[in-house]
């Protein structure tokens, strides 16, 4: 039905998913004539860049995350629920919920990010969690944790050696992070806290089965990412794939490793709502969508964040926060227009630059050009992700959490919880 034939009514928007896409879209159609329903599976807002220091006990997960009732309490057009989509019924433009329910939309916008992808091998994900959610975050910092409690406690000098072997699957941001973080955790924060092992003995293993790790940087600042983690004694491996991963280790080519402890950070897979949608997707089972970000065939559905595939100025849109925010933003617009009886604009991504962390002084910066390292561009880091966190609550406790930790190495959040 055309926006004029129905413009005294009051339309619905549903939006599935309240990460970066999902939250942007509902936060800039607060003065529009639109009803919005924000559905997700949880009941918080994570700021996603920051969940690996959930997992390596340098914050607390309420650090990183915020009640979405609470962030959209003074919008009044937003109602927040919180239940899983099972699939979208576009034929009875509704979505129909893991519980039985189904919510109906005039338009929907899908923001469900991506999930874990193993390459056909999903055998190895209960031996090597990866990292998208608290759950994940709460689940490796038990791991991590308890692998030095059961060292100590160990009195065979192998078995000892393989619960002190960490292996990172993925040279990505996430398996960098991870990596040089988890090193210093060895090497500063637990080295006195020990009788029976030493814990700078802990071997952290990256493995990339590309050239080179950070792919997406320029490659003399891989280079220095990479010499910069092995002065924090990680063990770069590149060039060859993962080809096994069990309860005892990793085996690289034809090489095992004995790694108790295996996290995964090598591939992500668009979440599987899309393939409800009945359109083509692509190899990582993301929509390609129209330059608008709505999906082909059904001008008031859009696709917004990880499960999107989009272009802009010829270029593939990377699955980053800050596009996710514009994407949600642009559908907010595109949403507007579509009630104003106005055609939608393209979608273009502005690329403010890419950095990334690899421990304490130590980072890569590349804003279009002007490329640094070291603790100039882990300060840059630092500024960048305070800034973003939502609520000031947030970046005062992140703040003085990562003050007190660079000066006395110390993480606050070294509490194992769960089985």
């Known amino acids: 039905m055309p926006a004029a034939a129905i413009r005294g009514k009051r339309q619905h928007l549903l939006i599935v998913g309240g990460g970066f896409g999902g939250l942007w879209a509902a936060r800039a159609l607060a003065d529009a004539p639109v009803r919005v329903t924000l559905l997700d599976r949880g009941n918080h807002h994570l700021f996603q860049p920051l969940l690996y220091q959930v997992a390596t006990a340098?914050?607390?997960?309420?650090?990183?995350?915020?009640?979405?009732r609470h962030i959209l309490r003074g919008q009044q057009n937003v109602t927040v629920l919180m239940g899983e989509a099972e699939r979208v019924d576009t034929a009875g433009q509704c979505v129909r919920l893991a519980n039985g329910a189904?919510?109906?939309?005039?338009?929907?916008?899908?923001?469900?990010?991506?999930?874990?992808?193993?390459?056909?091998?999903?055998?190895?994900?209960?031996?090597?969690?990866?990292?998208k959610t608290l759950d994940d975050?709460?689940?490796?910092?038990?791991?991590?944790?308890?692998?030095?409690?059961?060292?100590?406690?160990?009195?065979?000098?192998?078995?000892?050696?393989?619960?002190?072997?960490?292996?990172?699957?993925?040279?990505?941001?996430?398996?960098?992070?991870?990596?040089?973080?988890?090193?210093?955790?060895?090497?500063?924060?637990?080295?006195?806290?020990?009788?029976?092992?030493?814990?700078?003995?802990?071997?952290?293993?990256?493995?990339?089965?590309?050239?080179?790790?950070?792919?997406?940087?320029?490659?003399?600042?891989?280079?220095?990412?990479?010499?910069q983690l092995e002065?924090?004694?990680?063990?770069?491996?590149?060039?060859?794939?993962?080809?096994?991963?069990?309860?005892?280790?990793?085996?690289?080519?034809?090489?095992?490793?004995?790694?108790?402890?295996?996290?995964?950070?090598?591939?992500?897979?668009?979440?599987p709502l899309a393939q409800s949608l009945g359109v083509p997707l692509d190899r990582a089972g993301?929509?390609?969508?129209?330059?608008?970000?709505?999906?082909?065939?059904?001008?008031?559905?859009?696709?917004?964040?990880?499960?999107?595939?989009?272009?802009s100025d010829g270029k593939p849109v990377p699955g980053v926060a800050p596009a996710a925010k514009q994407m949600g933003k642009h559908v907010a617009r595109a949403i507007r227009a579509r009630l104003s009886d106005r055609a939608a604009t393209p979608f273009r991504y502005r690329d403010f630059g890419n950095l990334a962390t690899i421990g304490r002084r130590a980072a890569i910066v590349d804003l279009h050009g002007l490329r640094f390292?070291?603790?100039?561009?882990?300060?840059?880091?630092?500024?960048?992700?305070?800034?973003?966190?939502?609520?000031?609550?947030?970046?005062?406790?992140?703040?003085?959490?990562?003050?007190?930790?660079?000066?006395t190495y110390q993480r606050n959040a070294r509490i194992i919880v769960g089985r």
């Open 137 to 227: 975050a709460l689940l490796i910092r038990r791991r991590l944790l308890s692998a030095f409690e059961r060292a100590e406690a160990e009195t065979d000098t192998a078995a000892q050696r393989a619960l002190l072997s960490f292996a990172i699957v993925g040279g990505g941001p996430t398996g960098v992070e991870l990596a040089g973080t988890l090193a210093e955790i060895a090497r500063h924060t637990l080295r006195r806290e020990f009788r029976n092992i030493d814990p700078r003995r802990a071997r952290v293993l990256l493995i990339e089965a590309g050239p080179r790790i950070l792919s997406t940087f320029p490659e003399s600042l891989s280079q220095r990412a990479q010499r």
């Open 58 to 68: 340098g914050l607390s997960a309420p650090d990183i995350a915020a009640p979405l």
């Open 286 to 311: 993301r929509v390609a969508v129209d330059p608008d970000l709505s999906v082909p065939g059904h001008p008031r559905i859009f696709v917004a964040g990880d499960l999107a595939s989009v272009h």
């Open 102 to 131: 189904s919510i109906g939309y005039d338009y929907l916008l899908l923001a469900t990010g991506a999930n874990h992808a193993y390459f056909g091998h999903d055998e190895w994900a209960v031996h090597a969690p990866g990292l």
């Open 373 to 407: 390292s070291g603790f100039p561009a882990w300060a840059f880091w630092l500024a960048a992700h305070i800034f973003f966190l939502i609520g000031f609550r947030n970046r005062a406790v992140v703040l003085l959490d990562w003050a007190v930790a660079y000066w």
């Open 231 to 271: 002065r924090l004694g990680v063990s770069v491996h590149t060039g060859q794939p993962v080809t096994a991963i069990d309860a005892e280790g990793v085996t690289v080519g034809e090489t095992s490793i004995a790694a108790r402890t295996v996290l995964w950070a090598a591939g992500v897979a668009a979440s």
